[in-house]
């Protein structure tokens, strides 16, 4: 999985590929990483991914209570469908922000 | 004439008229009771179906008419012995009889005896040929009967033929009645036998039917399991009614019991051992049985076979049909014999179809027969129905060809068809690490082994197929893996059929412990949880079992029906 940041508060978190339990550990030191450069407010953009599995939902799930915590922001950003999919089934679209932006919507 | 002299001619002249009145009255009393003699005797033949009771009542009834002193019935016993069976008024002193061998002559007389001074009319009791007795009738002394009382009391006699008659007709209609209850009785005691329940082979789809025509007739069949194989008997008893029905039950004892005796399924040596059984006693009754014996095995395609002149015994199959002939004479017909066994081909989608001659035999309204040739395209155009299928088939078309025709014989049928093969399930077997960097290679393989099918299943299925497979493998690694030391693996494996892809996750880690899961709140969610509730989400069926040591995850994913091959 690739994974890119870019802008800062909230800062965007682009991840491309498989996002599953091999690749927990990578995007948990990445997001670490963005904390400790001073970047709370996160957005998480799944438009890339093409593989979400249980384990990247605890993930996202865990850094949204985190966010709720701190209150700082959280947000996902133009889930791809297999990504979007699997929300929808787990409930998790509910209960995750999840931003639409012009561009992926049209 | 003076008053007096005219007094006493009128006295006469009153006396006569009296005495005539009196005579007149006496005629009229006699005749009115010979009347109602005669009209009690017109009930007589329609009235009682009891012979002595008819003879009672006609002989009364003759005596009324003609006025006698003695009236009998006179007749033949089986033993030749001549008795009077019925007899009324007052019998003449010995002397005055007649012979009774003279009686029963057979000719129709009246005779008058100077010795005694009285007649006697004798007339013959017969009709179609047959003399039952005879109705005798003595005058008072003094007496004399005349050809007018014997045409009387010969009238009387053929009326009391008539009823003798009626209830000989009576009589035999009732043995007859009662004969037919028995063979009824017989033959549901055979259809009883025949009764069991078919036993369920794998592979071996079998049916078999019997229907008696009305006579009671003498098909039969067994089937017994045997080993892993079946023995079938089918066989139909000589003649109709009570004997066939009784023989029938025998022959299926006899058949039931050679099935125990030869567990070898030498089917020869089976219908020697019933034919051993059977033989004496069809030779003293001069009858005999023709049966076909075969027996087959699910993993065999040999069919063996033993026919003692049984026909028809069809092999149906894609070359067509095939007669399987006579190897020896019906059972009966000769001394015991050894009867040899055929080895015959019984593929897959083959059936073999052994019935009785009833199927061909069977006429429609203008008396012509089904033919063999109709009874073989039938089974060779379902040759690919299963065997129940195909016997109702037979049956409808047989019932259908007679419209409404009575049923000539016994219809009876034994199918076997050999189920076609299943193809073989296709497997793939993939064995990783369990390491989370190895489930990289659940999502190519899984795709390989659908795509390897040829059956065109959508990417969707097949990313469906590998995140259950992911979730599974994941949990064995986190879980089942947990704090156990030493490198693991997991083997996978895809196993494909007609309707479904089942993976199989094998792995020999920790049991699945169903009572730790946490359930998954949509409404409230949880950093974890996901794993087995996408799995579930995704696949047919998810199942779990621990065999020796190891676990065991089933996912079954049903193939769309648009991807099917």
Known sequence: ?106 | MTDSASSLVDETEAAVLRRQLGELTDAFVEANEQLLALYQLTEVSTASLDPTVAARRTVEGVHAIVGAEWSSFVRRTAENVVETAVAVGTEPERSDLVRSEDLLGGEAFVEHSEHSDRSVISTPVKADGNHFGSLVVYSDAGRRFTTAHLKLVNAVSNQLAMSLELAAAHDSEVRRTVMERDHDTASALAQAAMNRPIPDVPSLDLAAFNRPARAAGGDFYAVARCGAGLYLALGDVSGKGLPAALLMSSAISAAYSAFDRTPNGDAGAALTEIDRQLSSFLMETGKFITMAVAYVEPDSETLYLSNAGQSPVLLVGDDGVQAVPPDSPPIGVLEPQDHTTQAWHLGAGELLFIGSDGWADQLDRNGNPLSDQKVEALLRAKQDNTAMDLTATLIAAVDEFASGTPQVDDLTALVIRREPKEPDPVTWKLEIAAELAALREIGPWADAAMREALTRDTDQLSSNVELALQEICVNIIQHAYAKVPGDHVIQLECVLDEETYTFITTDDGHPYDESKRREVDVENPTVGGYGLFLAEAFCEELRYERVDEKNHWHLAFRRSAHVQQ
């Open chain 1, 1 to 106: 999985m690739d994974i890119t940041t870019s802008g800062s508060n909230p800062c965007t978190v682009k991840l491309a590929g498989r996002f599953d339990a091999n690749e927990c550990e990578f995007f948990g030191t990445k997001i670490d990483e963005v904390k400790e450069a001073g970047q709370l407010d996160l957005r998480v953009d799944l438009s890339s991914v093409d593989f979400i599995d249980s384990s990247a939902l605890a993930s996202l799930v865990s850094l949204s209570r985190w966010a709720s915590t701190h209150k700082r922001l959280f947000e996902l950003l133009d889930p791809s469908d297999p990504v979007r999919v699997i929300l929808e089934i787990t409930g998790l679209d509910r209960a995750l922000t999840i931003q639409i932006s012009p561009v992926a919507s049209s």
